[in-house]
């Protein structure tokens, strides 16, 4: 099924909007003035989601803020800025009552839902002289609520009193992931995640109770507070790990979570990042959504992601580049611990003793170039003997005309970015990351958003786009010159009408 089609209105010449932004704020329990601040400039006491058990601080004077989401970055960041205002009787400010590790929830127009979760890290208070008299300023910035559990640390040493053995935790982890066959990869990560927590509250030695805490509130509830551990989610068509693992996930030192995921879902080949989505923040985990030419034709990753057309109502500025600064001309994979080396894999993609995958017109152009895509953590247990090796000798044979499908025409692809006025009052308008745009009569991929607010200004998306080319209806990129855009430089009137072109 193709993706949802987001268009913005018809145009009338007239786009107008009234951005009315709402900050949810909250403190941390161990201050001893917790309790929740709420920035709305309508109505301070026209509150989604605030704390129950008491009244919010009701603030108006926020000045303006920014967030940003980005492919293969799991924390994000945000920032804000508001008017020191006094809280209390004793001229305590905003600055004392809103530390590090205070909660912030971002709305934009009448939605319920928070478009940004994000949690604080450093607060800096400027004062100025201006012609009213003393001006007091804070800036809070952070990163996305997800990298409280991106960066999830779970500490080994031995050097530390009542802590857990390396070696016996990776044996924990790794049998209960053999249990799994086949291993999908949100059960991978699943799993992975809950042995980490589990361990991080044996471990007597380290107490981690309020980042718990902190996780199961903002991450792991729902709306109402009640458990829901769906905060991962696997899209796409690949589903599944292609081989068994089993890898050193623990060591004597401090264990990170992502680096896990990571090492067994490496770069090029899939991807990780943070979005909220419908007002709960996500991690999105998935093989990278370009098409498999595998798959009889199948290249629904790519037309299955909802596509924004952009329209020129909403277009404040754009630049594209096209650059052969990243080239790629053979394409070879394996994977680390089977019991053929590197070298067999390379051989036996094609039945050669120095067969890899190849352009070869490219080839003649740039040189040599490879791609390798490297795969860790295979289990030799179960697959030993020669029933290994038509499975994984296929799997790598597909990898390979995977990379080179998506990674051999990179030179001929257009990037660049472009800013959007973002839409209060229809947020579904407002393309995402990790999806796709239709611009100048092809389609790019969103692997950077960044929302900006000032107050008394247009609210603006900047977006950051890659893999600019021409697909047909089914997702593939056409061959050839047909892929290519053509005329870009051409006049036109970008900026003030709408393409004639399909969505």
């Known amino acids: 099924m193709a993706g949802e089609v987001f268009r ?9 909007q009234t951005p009315i932004p709402r900050l949810e704020i909250f403190t941390p329990r161990f201050d001893r003035d917790a309790g929740v601040f709420v920035y709305d400039h309508e109505s301070p006491a026209f509150v989604y989601g605030a704390d129950a058990q008491r009244d919010p601080y009701a603030c108006t004077k926020i000045l303006a803020y920014s967030f940003t989401e980005a492919v293969d970055d799991l924390s994000g960041s945000f920032g804000f800025t508001v008017e020191d205002e006094e809280v209390d009787a004793e001229g305590r400010t905003v600055f004392d009552f809103i530390p590090e590790r205070s909660v912030v929830k971002i709305y934009e ?16 208070l400027g004062m100025s002289m201006t012609s009213q008299g003393v001006k007091r300023t804070v800036v809070f910035n952070g990163k996305s609520i997800i990298s409280v559990i991106a960066e999830f ?6 050097r530390i009193h009542n802590v857990g053995d390396p070696t016996v935790r990776t044996k924990e982890l790794t049998a209960a992931l053999s249990r799994e066959n086949p291993l999908s990869i949100k ?13 991080s509250i044996s471990n007597t030695g380290i107490s981690t109770a309020g980042l718990l805490d902190l996780i199961n509130k903002f991450i792991l509830g729902d709306e109402q507070g009640n458990p829901d551990a769906s905060f991962i989610k696997v899209s796409g068509r690949e589903l599944y790990l292609r081989y068994n693992i089993a890898m050193p996930f623990y060591n004597a030192a401090n264990n990170v979570i992502a ?9 090029r080949a899939y991807e990780f990042f943070s979005r909220c989505e419908k007002g709960r923040p996500r991690i999105i985990a998935r093989q990278v959504p370009f098409g498999d030419p ?8 790519w037309s299955d992601l909802p596509l924004y057309v952009i329209s020129p109502i909403s277009l404040t500025d754009f630049a594209l580049d096209r650059s052969d600064e990243e080239i790629y001309t053979a394409f070879s994979s394996h994977i680390v611990g089977a019991s053929r080396d590197r070298m067999f894999f390379i051989a036996a993609t094609q039945g050669g ?7 070869s017109h490219k080839q003649e152009l740039y040189g040599f170039r490879p791609l390798e895509l490297t795969f860790n953590g295979y289990a030799r247990r179960g697959n030993e003997g020669n029933a290994e090796m038509p499975g994984i000798t296929q799997a790598i044979k597909e990898l390979n005309a995977k990379a080179y499908y998506w990674y051999s025409r990179l030179d001929e692809m257009y990037s660049g970015a472009m800013t ?28 950077k958003t960044e929302r900006t607010w000032i107050y008394g200004g247009t609210p603006t998306i900047k977006l950051t786009v890659s893999r600019g080319m021409v697909y047909d209806e089914r997702g593939k990129m056409r061959e050839g010159d047909a892929g290519i855009l053509r005329n870009v430089g051409r006049r036109m009137r970008e900026l003030d009408r709408e393409e004639k072109s399909k969505g």
């Open 259 to 267: 680096d896990t995921w990571r090492n067994i879902l490496p770069e």
């Open 8 to 16: 913005k209105a018809k145009w009338s010449g007239v786009e107008n």
């Open 420 to 447: 959007l006025c973002a839409d209060f009052d229809n947020p579904e308008n407002n393309p995402l990351v990790g999806c796709r745009v239709k611009f100048k009569g092809g389609e790019f991929y969103v692997t």
């Open 153 to 158: 640390a779970v500490s080994l040493d031995v």
């Open 109 to 124: 127009g009448r939605s319920p839902r928070p478009v940004f979760v994000g949690i604080v890290r450093k607060r800096h």
């Open 187 to 199: 059960r991978f990560m699943e799993l992975t995640w809950g042995h980490f927590k589990a361990v």
């Open 353 to 359: 003793p120095d067969a890899m995958v190849r352009h």
């Open 294 to 301: 595998n798959g009889e034709g199948d290249f629904g990753d």
